[in-house]
């Protein structure tokens, strides 16, 4: 049985498949959708990451999924409270787990039938588009009935995205693969904007970033740029520090100057 709300993101890491949370990047309920309920699997290693060390027996089978999505959603409805989104995220990289797609096809059924006010949304680092039948399939779903995908994007350069992500994927095979699928799908992009080790990112980032930012904004795919300061502990603390809110704020204005140099729009949103 699933208590509801659930205000933190805590039980994710208890085995739950499905967890409740009052979102800010949402503006209200969002019903998150974990296929890692045993471990965290993810090929980053974010230092500000929120995920804590944790091991459980529990095992990911499409069949709970669907009845705890289920109770969530009519649990919902019931008390009446609007659900914003169904958003696959959890204990690592979601495209990365064997059951992404069936679980996806899963949540997309409930969804239409029960919540259709609710976005279907798949956050990703990026790693999962290195896989042509995973690309696809965000591509087909995103195309089909709206899958809005969040695509991580902390780094402008491959110094800061050594630091900030922690990744064994090349950088720049990552970053070809994400132009790739801007081109052909729209995406929400999110940065992580904090210090790592007392630093934060240098103005040749800064400036590497927004020129990234508006080689993708210039698709008119990019649905909205959120930018977001750290909010939550994590494991590591406090080697990841959040950055003062003046720095986030002089970041959206430099993207949104960048932005407007190249003649692009594209909203530009931040979160505390
Ligand atoms: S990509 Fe997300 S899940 Fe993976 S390490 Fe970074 S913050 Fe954690």
């Known amino acids: 049985m699933i208590v509801f709300p659930v205000e933190n993101h805590r039980n994710r890491e208890d085995g739950s498949l499905v967890y409740p949370v009052y979102s800010r990047r949402s503006g209200g309920l969002s019903i998150g959708i974990n296929l890692f309920p045993d471990k965290k699997v993810c090929p980053f290693d974010c230092p500000y990451c929120e995920i804590f060390p944790f091991t ?26 609007p659900i914003r989104d169904i958003c696959f995220s959890g204990n690592g990289e979601p495209t990365l787990s064997p059951h992404f797609e069936k679980a996806l096809e899963a949540a997309r059924d409930i969804q239409k039938k029960a919540a259709p006010e609710a976005k279907l949304v798949a956050i990703t680092c990026g790693a999962g588009l290195l896989r042509d039948e995973i690309f696809s399939c965000l591509q087909n779903a995103t195309a ?42 729209p995406a929400t992009l999110q940065t992580m904007l904090c210090s790592i080790g007392g630093t934060l990112p240098s103005d040749a980032e800064e400036a590497a970033w927004n020129h990234l930012a508006l080689e ?53 949103s931040i979160y505390l």
């Open 56 to 81: 459980t027996t529990a095992k990911f089978v499409v069949d709970t999924l669907k009845g705890e999505l289920t109770d969530v959603v009519n649990n919902a409805q019931r008390r009446a409270v």
């Open 144 to 185: 089909s009935y709206g899958l809005d995908v969040w695509l991580k994007l902390d780094a402008g350069g491959e110094a800061w995205y050594r630091a900030i992500n922690r990744s064994a994927i090349p950088f720049d095979k990552l970053i070809a693969k994400i132009k790739e699928f801007v081109r052909r799908s």
């Open 216 to 268: 993708l904004a210039e698709t008119g795919n990019v649905r909205q740029f959120q930018l977001y300061g750290k909010a939550r502990p994590s494991a590591e603390d406090p080697f990841a520090e959040a950055a003062p809110v003046s720095y986030l704020e002089k970041r959206a204005k430099t993207l949104q100057e960048t932005l407007a140099h190249g003649g692009v729009e594209a909203p530009v």
